[in-house]
């Protein structure tokens, strides 16, 4: 899904992050890349207190569309280190939302500096966040009714050998 949303928006990479509002973090369940990294693939599972990143609570909190240049003098000073860290030059995030819920924030990055996001791609972003957040309320549906199911329910079936295979043709 990062990578469609990546591609769909032309951008250099893609992320998305589930929002766990009773702990106030993010944790990071998909990054894309047109080149990816160890590191990329490493961010998987990272988590992020909110109180890290302050510039996601207007995100997750407010539902705002957030942009991020580096080249942007009042840019957040955490926004910017952590830009600079990544050579991020371009950001702009949504928040995922699911019956009225934010789930999760939606995020592309370029490494351009020319790169503007206009109206036209916020719109775009914020229409891919719909199924992105559908399908990540399914997914979580699904872990969670496995995670209720007997032990043997979330094994396969154990075959019981067959008889004939041990038997030789004379």
């Keep these: 899904v990062a990578r469609q949303v990546g591609e769909a928006m032309r951008a250099t990479s893609c992320d998305i992050a589930d929002f766990e509002p009773a702990a106030g973090t993010l944790t990071y ?5 047109r080149e990816m990294t160890p590191e990329d ?20 909190c407010e539902r705002k569309v957030v942009e991020y240049y580096l080249d942007d003098p009042g840019l957040d000073p955490i926004e910017r280190k952590v830009m600079e860290k990544w050579g991020e030059s371009t950001a ?5 939302v699911f019956a009225d819920e934010v789930i999760g924030i939606l995020g592309v990055v370029d490494v351009d500096p020319q790169r503007r996001y206009g109206d036209a791609d916020k719109a775009l972003l914020q229409a891919l966040a719909v199924p992105v957040a559908a399908a ?3 997914q979580r549906a699904r872990l969670r009714r496995l995670s209720r ?3 043997s329910a979330r094994r396969p079936a154990r075959r019981e050998p067959s008889r004939r295979l041990h038997l030789r043709a004379r």
């Design 149 to 151: 199911a007997p032990s």
């Design 41 to 60: 693939e490493a961010y998987v599972g990272t988590v992020i207190p909110l109180a890290d990143r302050p510039a996601r609570l207007s995100v997750v």
């Design 136 to 138: 990540i309320h399914q």
């Design 29 to 33: 369940a998909a990054v894309w890349a």
């Design 92 to 96: 702009v995030e949504v928040p995922l």
